[in-house]
């Protein structure tokens, strides 16, 4: 029986501090370059090197102000602020390599689709089909804010919001062009075919476009489309839209329980279970004997900021967790921010003691430390019993965590034949799921292809 192969993101973001808060401090961190063009160009040539999948690439658009009521200690400690626009590294990354995929989070509610699917499309021209778009519907009032809206609006109407969002985009990336559009007929003067290229009408309940797509067909037309919501609604959108998803588990069964109900979601939107691969959000520090390894855990650990995690855990669920004693029991209620980690801190009864405690080294992602024969195990059951695919890598102290993992820990997957031994397919769609460059026909989004003028809605 051959062995599913794992698949690998790693995860970032265009900041300081991303997931495990405080390590920039550490004398061995590189994180404070993350405005410079070296660090990333760098950073994608080691990821190719380990084979890596992609780089995911997190963002928002509003600043951690829960905690304490004020940014003061999310500048302090640099939880994800500054943070600068993730789109603007692909060109630099993709330049250095031929085969990482790129997947950018960007709100589908902060711009207009039209120019968004530009934007989209010229990257996915450049990288040769090499980008994903995490789609994420916000959860930061304070983001709301600074673009000029009173508040956060409801979360299963930005959900709403987005799914007539993704209807326009698919009119523009699959039906405004056709693949034939384009001649580049110098003697008969025709770069396109007038007759092969139409506007783009749609009246929605949130968005209105009368537009042609401004940039011609490229290799995967949408991008691979990621997500990374679990609740309820989100849930649903996933089981319509993405085709990865990224969740958070605390361990393999609820790993398990949040793969299982994804994929029959899928089913019940008429699409495969394997449509989705879905990824979990882990940090690793392997060691080249468990010894090496847990001294290098005890030396992140005192570097590390649990403070700053549960500054960035109030933004997500929006209680300020400053005003609890360590063990008082905390009123979570209803979220209109992130569901799922406000439904999970609820569900575990975290007190802020164990919530610190969980935070230890500034995030809350499963950690494993140990040698790399026990590290691929620990993946490898994570694959298999956790019926999930693969894993966001989040970074620790950078680049070394990347490195170490890359020289340590890949040869051990590929010698246990769990990871692959070369690229393989032309876009990075074709990579994950050996099916082509372009949405499946079953996806929603493959029946918006060449849609004329009579059949666009409005």
Known sequence: MTKKQILLNAFNMNSVGHINHGLWAHPRDRSVEYNTIDYWTSLARTLERGLFDGIFIADILGVYDVYQSSVNLTLKESIQLPVNDPLLLVSAMAAVTRNLGFGITINANAEPPHTFARRISTLDHLTRGRIGWNIVTGYLDSAARAVGQDGLSAHDTRYDRAEDYL??????????????????????????????????????????????????????????????????????????????????????????????????????AGRRPDDIKIFVGISIIPGRSDREAQDKRLEYLAYASPEAGLAHFSASTGIDFS????????????SNAIQSATELAQKKRWTKRNLLDELALGGRYPLVTGTPDAIAAELESWIDEGEIDGFNLARTVTPECFED????????????????????????????????DRLPENHPGAGFRCLTQAHSRG
């Open 405 to 436: 993992f890359v020289d340590l820990v890949v040869p051990v997957l590929q010698e246990r034949g769990r990871y692959k031994t070369a690229y393989g397919g032309s876009s990075l769609r074709n990579r994950l799921f050996d099916a082509g």
């Open 167 to 268: 209807e326009v985009l698919y009119k523009l990336w699959e039906g405004s062009w056709d693949d034939d559009a384009v001649r580049a007929d110098r003697a008969a003067r025709v770069y396109a075919d007038p007759a092969k290229v139409r506007p783009v009408r749609h009246e929605g309940p949130f968005y209105r476009v009368d537009g042609y797509h401004l940039s011609e067909p490229s290799i995967q037309r949408t991008p691979v489309l990621y997500q990374a919501g679990t609740s309820g609604r989100g849930r649903r959108f996933a089981a319509r839209h993405a085709e990865c998803v990224f969740v958070s588990a605390t361990d393999k069964a609820a790993a398990r329980a949040i793969a299982r109900a994804l994929r029959e979601e899928a089913v019940a």
């Open 323 to 334: 005003r609890y004693g360590l063990d008082d029991p905390i009123e979570y209620g209803t």
